[in-house]
Every structure is written in C-alpha cells, then in structure tokens.
C-alpha cells in the first residue's frame, strides 16, 4: 500500500438509491487498488470478499507528531466486485482497540469518520452516504460490522491486521535504521517527506506495533 492514497480524492454525484452516492471520479475508484484474495473476508447481502489483511497505517510528522491514523479494507470477490473503507481514528485506539466512526460521503477525514464504497461486477461504484462502522481488534485479529442508519447490519468483517508506520527521515536517522527505503513524496502542498519504518526501528512506531502483538 501507498501513502498517497491515504490522501486520495473522494468525489460523488447525487443517486436515486437512498443512503448510497454513484462515485464518479476516476481518482475515488483507483485510490485504493483492492487486494490479492486472503485472509480477511468480507460478508455482505450481496456476495463476499477477500484480501490479505486489515491495514494500519500511522503517518508521523516533526510538527505536529502525528498527522493521520487509518484503519483500512480494500476486499475483491472472485468476480472482480470490490468493498472497501477507511477509518480514521484517535489515540485512544492503540490502547482501547475499539474504535466506532459515523460514516460520511465526500467530507476529508478526521477521527470518528469513516468511508465505506463498494462496485458490484458490471455496475457503477457506489459509496454510503449514512451508517456507522465498528471495529474491534483482539491481538492480531481485527474484526467488525458496518451499520446502516436504522442500525441494520449492512456488512461483516474479520481479519489479521497489519501495520505500516510512516516517519520523518531524520527520525530513521537518529535510530540508526539499517537499509532504510528511499524518503517517498508526501502528497500534502508542504512537500514534506516521510519514509517506511519498515523494521520498526523508530520508538513511536514499535511501540505502537507492540501494542498489537
């Protein structure tokens, strides 16, 4: 997974169904490629879906420290159709494990909000306009429920979480990382840098990552 899709565009036009937005731009539907077929499956009314884990990814900044957490999905079902969502959450996750988001269209993430968009095989994209998601982490195992308005259960999911934790270079530095990968383009105005903690080298991300264990 790439950091620049955390950042990624979502752009809707109105639809008749209720509760639900057509997704019209190229950038919505590409920002987040769905997964190889895995471990996390996803249940829904309409089929199920796979990939190989639920994401975690941290993004560190000098000022302020940190900029973005997100849980993330991005599932396919053997006929190409996809489900995904994002999850932005607060400090609180890393040591509750719980965390509850109202979703939202259109609207830039921040902690408590979620989006969630799905493509049927042959159909338009879609994306929730109204619901909740919950997720709950027990160990290495994230799993939880996306709920309509009426608080039916619209899907399941359940799978391994994952974690990538992104950092200012001068912080790989300071840790003496060995191989650190090459910085990657931040997508913010600012032009600022940041680079995988692969090995976890750096004391906010593996402390982190040993919450998770």
């Given at each position: 997974?790439?950091?620049?899709a955390?950042?990624?565009?979502?752009?809707?036009?109105?639809?008749?169904?209720?509760?639900?937005?057509?997704?019209?731009?190229?950038?919505?539907?590409t920002?987040?490629?769905?997964?190889?077929?895995?471990?996390?499956t996803?249940?829904t009314?309409?089929?199920?879906?796979?990939?190989?884990?639920?994401?975690?990814?941290?993004?560190?900044?000098e000022?302020?420290?940190?900029?973005m957490?997100?849980?993330?999905l991005?599932?396919?079902?053997?006929?190409?159709s996809?489900?995904?969502?994002?999850?932005?959450?607060?400090?609180?996750?890393?040591?509750?494990?719980?965390?509850?988001a109202?979703?939202?269209?259109l609207?830039?993430?921040?902690?408590?909000?979620?989006?969630?968009?799905?493509?049927?095989?042959?159909?338009?994209?879609?994306?929730?306009?109204?619901?909740?998601?919950?997720?709950?982490?027990?160990?290495?195992?994230?799993k939880?429920?996306?709920?309509m308005k009426d608080?039916?259960?619209?899907a399941?999911?359940?799978?391994?979480?994952?974690?990538?934790?992104?950092?200012?270079?001068?912080?790989?530095?300071?840790?003496?990382?060995?191989?650190a990968?090459?910085?990657?383009?931040?997508?913010d105005?600012?032009?600022?840098?940041?680079?995988?903690?692969?090995?976890?080298a750096?004391?906010?991300?593996?402390?982190?990552?040993?919450?998770?264990?």
């Open positions: 997974m790439r950091h620049g955390l950042m990624a565009a979502l752009l809707l036009s109105a639809c008749s169904k209720p509760m639900e937005g057509r997704v019209t731009s190229r950038d919505a539907l920002a987040e490629r769905p997964q190889p077929r895995g471990a996390a996803v249940r009314d309409e089929g199920t879906y796979s990939a190989p884990s639920v994401q975690f990814s941290v993004d560190f900044l000022d302020p420290p940190v900029k957490r997100l849980v993330m991005s599932a396919q079902a053997e006929d190409g996809t489900w995904r969502f994002r999850m932005s959450v607060g400090d609180g996750f890393v040591t509750s494990k719980h965390a509850t109202r979703i939202i269209p609207t830039a993430l921040g902690p408590g909000l979620a989006v969630v968009d799905y493509q049927l095989a042959g159909e338009p994209a879609m994306m929730m306009d109204e619901g909740t998601l919950e997720l709950t982490v027990t160990g290495k195992l994230a939880g429920a996306v709920r608080g039916r259960v619209r399941t999911f359940e799978g391994p979480l994952t974690f990538e934790c992104m950092v200012p270079p001068t912080w790989l530095s300071k840790a003496d990382a060995q191989a990968p090459a910085p990657v383009p931040a997508s105005e600012a032009g600022v840098v940041r680079v995988l903690d692969e090995a976890l750096t004391p906010q991300c593996r402390s982190i990552a040993d919450a998770f264990r």
